[in-house]
């Protein structure tokens, strides 16, 4: 069963009750670099959904989306880097995704002030769908191969 199929059978533990997701090591694309900035962009979704940071204190949201924006920007460039050097075939089309989720992020940036706390919560979980569910394990998992190192 894929990941993905797992995580919706419920072959992969549920979250803590406080988190939207939690990192399983099943998630590894075999490269040590792009699984710990998976690792943060999964942290940062937790801490925006959240709130709160992991030591419990209150988070400026978009100052966190920011943050979330910083480590998202390397992350997609890292990865790219790897898939060229790796000659990976769907290159060009994973760097669309990449600039697509980016966009969104920017989108969600601009429009988070206005935004109130249901609405905000509703559009975070459906971003970490979106980059977690809809690409981590999906685009990145097809094509671990040229990620592994
Ligand atoms: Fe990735
Ligand atoms: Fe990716």
Redesign the pocket.
């Given at each position: 069963m894929t990941l993905l199929g797992r995580l919706l059978h419920g072959a992969v533990p549920p979250p803590p009750p406080d988190d939207l997701i939690h990192w399983d090591e099943a998630y590894s694309v075999g490269n040590a670099l792009l699984d710990n900035e998976h690792r943060d962009i999964v942290a940062v979704l937790n801490d925006l959904y959240r709130g709160r940071g992991t030591d419990g204190r209150p988070l400026d949201p978009e100052h966190t989306l920011a943050r979330l924006r910083d480590v998202a920007e390397v992350?997609?460039a890292n990865?790219?880097a790897v898939?060229a050097r790796h000659r990976c075939p769907r290159l060009d089309s994973?760097q669309s995704?990449?600039r697509v989720l980016w966009s969104e992020l920017s989108t969600l940036a601009a429009a988070m002030p206005a935004m109130d706390a249901d609405t905000r919560e509703r559009a975070l979980a459906s971003m970490l769908r979106k980059i977690v569910l809809g690409?981590?394990l999906v685009?990145?998992m097809r094509?671990q191969d040229y990620l592994r190192e």
């Open positions: 992350h997609f990865e790219e898939l994973h995704e990449h690409h981590i685009a990145d094509d």
